[in-house]
C-alpha cells in the first residue's frame, strides 16, 4: 500500500513547483504518490511536472485553492496524506521520519512537525519548533501548526469525508485542525523539521498583508475575518454583545500568544533535522 499522498494545489507556479518536486521524489524508504492539481495554469507548470515520473498531473478549474486540495484529498490513496504547497518543500528524510513516528503512535490521527520559513530563493530566514498540541491555543490564539508539516490519517480524517471548507481562502488549514479537534482527532506532535515554509510577496497571505490599496486592504480584512470565524466557532464566546466579544478575544489572544512562546521556549532544543 502507498505509504503517503502529498497533494499540491498549483496555479502559475511553474518557477517554483519544480524544488516542490523534487523534494518529494528524493525521499526515501517510503512509497508515495504526488497529486499536483492544477487550476489552469498558463505558465511552464505542466512542462515541468512532467519531467517527474513520480507526479500525477491534473488540470481543471476549481473554486479556489481549498477546492483544488479537496480534489486531491477525494483522490489520494496513501495510508497518510499532505497537502505541500507549490512554493514549499519537504526536508530530506521527512517522510521515514512521519513513518516511523506514525507506527509507533498507532493512535494518531493528525502528526505535525516543525520547519523552516525560507525566503523567495529558498534561503533559510528561522526555525519553527513546537510543542505537544493545545486546543485552547489553537482555537483562541490561531494556528500555530503548518500544514506544510502535517500528516493525516486518511481512514479517519479524510475517509471519514473531512475536507477542507471551500469558503475559506486564506485560513483554511486552521478551521481544518479546529473541526478535527471538534470531532476528537488525536493530534500528536513529531519535534522533528519536517518542511520549508517559502516567504514571499507572491503568496496569498503575504501579498494581503503588504497591500495598501483598497482593493489589499479589503482582502486582508477578509483574511482576518476568517480567523475571527474560527475564534468565534471553536473558542471562547462569553457575551451575546459583538462588541465584548472583540475585547475579550483581543486579551485571550495575547494571553495565549504568551502561552505560546513559553512552550516554543520550552520544547525548541527537542526539534531536529530529519535523519537522513
Not at 516542490?20 to 504526488?34: A, N, R, T
Not at 517522510?95 to 534561503?123: C, H, M, P, Q, T
Amino acid at each position: 500500500m502507498i505509504d503517503f499522498t502529498i497533494v499540491t494545489a498549483s496555479y502559475n507556479y511553474g518557477h517554483h513547483i519544480g524544488e516542490c518536486l523534487d523534494s518529494v521524489v528524493s525521499q526515501e524508504g517510503v512509497e508515495v504518490e504526488h497529486l499536483v492539481m492544477d487550476a489552469g495554469s498558463t505558465d511552464d507548470t505542466r512542462e515541468v511536472v512532467e519531467r517527474y515520473p513520480h507526479a500525477t498531473f491534473f488540470q481543471e478549474a476549481d473554486k479556489g485553492m481549498s477546492d483544488g486540495i479537496n480534489k486531491g484529498f477525494r483522490r489520494a490513496q496513501g495510508r497518510w496524506v499532505m497537502w505541500l504547497n507549490a512554493d514549499d518543500r519537504l526536508r530530506p528524510g521527512a517522510l521515514a521520519e512521519v513513518k516511523r513516528f506514525a507506527e509507533a503512535n498507532s493512535d494518531a490521527d493528525v502528526i505535525f512537525g516543525g520547519w523552516n520559513f525560507v525566503d523567495g530563493d529558498g534561503a533559510f530566514i528561522r526555525r519553527m519548533t513546537l510543542f505537544p498540541f493545545s486546543p485552547r491555543i489553537l482555537a483562541n490564539h490561531g494556528c500555530y501548526i503548518a500544514s506544510t508539516s502535517t500528516f493525516y490519517r486518511r481512514e479517519t480524517t479524510i475517509g471519514e469525508g473531512q475536507l477542507l471548507n471551500i469558503n475559506f481562502a486564506c485560513v483554511m488549514d486552521g478551521e481544518y485542525f479546529c473541526r478535527l479537534m471538534r470531532a476528537g482527532k488525536r493530534f500528536r506532535y513529531l519535534p522533528v523539521v519536517l518542511a520549508d515554509f517559502r516567504l514571499h510577496d507572491e503568496s496569498i497571505s503575504q501579498r494581503n498583508l503588504r497591500s495598501e490599496d483598497i482593493e489589499g486592504i479589503l482582502a486582508r480584512q477578509k483574511q482576518l475575518a476568517e480567523s475571527t470565524t474560527i475564534r468565534r466557532i471553536y473558542g471562547w464566546v462569553l457575551f451575546k454583545d459583538e462588541m465584548l466579544n472583540s475585547v475579550v478575544e483581543g486579551i485571550l489572544y495575547h494571553v495565549f500568544r504568551v502561552q505560546k512562546g513559553l512552550l516554543r521556549w520550552l520544547h525548541c532544543r527537542s526539534c531536529r533535522e530529519p535523519k537522513v
